[in-house]
T-cell receptor, first 118, second 109 residues
Framework: ETGVTQTPRHLVMGMTNKKSLKCEQHLGHNAMYWYKQSAKKPLELMFVYNFKEQTENNSVPSRFSPECPNSSHLFLHLHTLQPEDSALYLC?????????????????FGPGTRLTVL | GQNIDQPTEMTATEGAIVQINCTYQTSGFNGLFWYQQHAGEAPTFLSYNVLDGLEEKGRFSSFLSRSKGYSYLLLKELQMKDSASYLCAVSDSNYQLIWGAGTKLIIKP
């Protein structure tokens, strides 16, 4: 399944670095998501974009900054991160809309970026 | 608050049947999803239930009881490749997915 791609796959950065994660979806979807996945914890929704508009920001620290230039691309800009931010960052997309149901709500995930903050 | 509960880990034998349970308390309900996630890989969609009852898809079946806030994923004829984490997620009143922590399934020969 290569519908959603993410780069880089692995990233090691210091607390003073600035880096960006990239996500691209080739499914013609209208909604894109950033999740944080830590060991033995539920997926944490960070940001949601619907039709390029940010519709959700779950109290994410400002050191994480999303950008959605078009409905196919999503970025997560990182700066002055903390060691506790080390996790797997997953991007997902869905058809989107508010009608509900499997067709619109099923999310398709990219392979993730394994981030380590030293 | 919103909550999804599922067992942390389960062990089963190759060729057997295993049932992974999920209970939920959410603000609204617009469907329940099951995803499979192999170690180091992306979660992949398995099933979606919005009405009560059993949905069968090959070796995998998913059941939903909305009145009980309960679902299970049933895996038959287990294979070694079924070793993975299984994630339960509920679409709430805002169509946002609320995720469980996942159940790690270990298959033994």
């Amino acid at each position: 399944e290569t519908g959603v791609t993410q780069t880089p796959r692995h990233l090691v950065m210091g607390m003073t670095n600035k880096k960006s994660l990239k996500c691209e979806q080739h499914l013609g979807h209208n909604a894109m998501y950033w999740y944080k996945q830590s060991a033995k914890k539920p997926l944490e929704l960070m940001f949601v974009y619907n039709f390029k508009e940010q519709t959700e920001n779950n109290s994410v620290p400002s050191r994480f900054s999303p950008e959605c230039p078009n409905s196919s691309h999503l970025f997560l800009h990182l700066h002055t991160l903390q060691p506790e931010d080390s996790a797997l960052y997953l991007c997902a997309s869905s058809q989107g809309g508010t009608s509900g149901g499997a067709a619109t709500d099923t999310q398709y995930f990219g392979p993730g970026t394994r981030l380590t903050v030293l | 608050g919103q909550n999804i509960d599922q067992p942390t880990e389960m062990t089963a034998t190759e060729g057997a049947i295993v049932q992974i349970n999920c209970t939920y308390q959410t603000s609204g309900f617009n469907g329940l999803f099951w995803y499979q996630q192999h170690a180091g890989e992306a979660p992949t969609f398995l099933s979606y239930n919005v009405l009560d009852g059993l949905e069968e898809k090959g070796r995998f079946s998913s059941f939903l009881s909305r009145s009980k806030g309960y679902s299970y994923l049933l895996l038959k004829e287990l294979q070694m490749k079924d070793s993975a984490s299984y994630l339960c997620a509920v679409s709430d009143s805002n169509y946002q997915l609320i995720w469980g922590a996942g159940t790690k399934l270990i298959i033994k020969p």
